[in-house]
């Protein structure tokens, strides 16, 4: 039994261990790596062995000893046992007559027995603890719970702006922005020369599709709704068709960002201007 209580023991501490050193987030982070799952129940098979063969070879030995020092064995308990007894520090039954205080109550006396060791040790440790604890946060000014969420909030932000320039192809019609990068730019250029400059020509002054370069939109200005334009194209038999289904979110960001600098510019034959005047303020509605 004692073996196992140990096997139990050894497995939480080295449990913690790992948690401690791999610093998860969550308890999912821990399960997801096979490998520390794999080495933890192996280790944990080798001590249930381990605790198995102890305890058998204490039975052996135990069978090996005199009666004496069976009952001696016996009356004592192990270790477990012997060190519960002394953090409890209770004399025992035999020497009470030491401590027992000379009142008497109707027939009830009083033992003055000494503070149980565990508690004046957890006291103690208690009281180190509490003079660390006030010179590293109120001498020290060391970083408090809002120190560290704010710390790892930027953190976060690193982590997250890092994400989204490997991620920008995640890029749909409420999170785009505008492209101002030089290679982006160029893609954009690439592909309206390739798909777009046979109705929109290619100074964006307009042919069959409106023109671009001035501040009338039929369907709204600004980079969210020419996105939205360009992936899902314009009304019905009007000739715009939808490019999400041959260009990937990251190239109608790039060719969206790139008819967006016609804006202003004078094309060599501008058409006429169709729909409304566009102003940011709008581009909440
Ligand atoms: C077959 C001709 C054609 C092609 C090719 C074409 N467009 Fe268009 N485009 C149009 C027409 C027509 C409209 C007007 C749609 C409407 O009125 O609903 C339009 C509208 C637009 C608008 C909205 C203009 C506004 O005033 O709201 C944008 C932005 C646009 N096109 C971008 C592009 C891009 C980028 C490409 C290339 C990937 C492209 N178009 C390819 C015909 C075309």
């Known amino acids: 039994m004692r073996s196992y209580i140990k096997t139990l023991v050894f497995a939480i501490i080295i449990l913690c261990g790992i948690w401690y050193l791999s610093d998860p987030v969550s308890a999912l982070d821990v399960v997801k790596k096979p490998e520390l799952i794999a080495g933890l129940v192996v280790l944990l098979i080798a001590l249930i062995f381990n605790g198995k063969i102890t305890n058998d070879l204490r039975k052996i030995r135990y069978e090996k000893l005199t ?54 040790y957890g006291f103690y440790i208690s009281i180190v603890f509490a003079i660390a604890y006030m010179f590293k946060y109120h001498v020290f000014n060391g970083d408090t719970q809002i120190d560290e969420l704010n710390q790892a909030y930027v953190i976060a932000k690193k982590e997250i702006e890092e994400y989204k320039k490997t991620a920008k192809n995640l890029v749909d019609f409420n999170t785009v922005e505008v492209l101002t990068e030089e290679s982006d730019l160029k893609k954009g250029k690439a592909i309206f020369e390739m798909n777009c400059v046979a109705c929109h020509k290619a100074d964006g002054g307009g042919g069959i599709g409106p023109n671009l370069t ?17 992936s899902e194209g314009g009304r019905d038999g009007k000739g715009m068709i939808a490019w999400k289904q041959s260009l990937k979110p990251i190239e109608i960001a790039q060719v969206s960002s790139y008819l967006l600098q016609f804006q202003g510019t004078t094309p060599a034959e501008p058409k006429d201007a169709e729909g409304e005047i566009w102003n940011a303020e709008n581009e909440s509605n």
């Open 67 to 120: 009666e004496e020092e069976k009952l001696k064995i016996d009356s004592e308990g192990d270790w477990l046992m012997k060190t519960y007894k002394k953090l409890l520090g209770s004399k025992p039954i035999e020497e009470e007559h030491e401590i027992i205080l000379d009142h008497n109550y109707d027939g009830i006396k009083e033992l003055d027995n000494d503070l149980p060791p565990w508690w004046k």
């Open 214 to 230: 001035d501040e009338y939109w039929i369907l709204g200005g600004g980079i969210k709704n020419v996105f939205k334009t360009v």
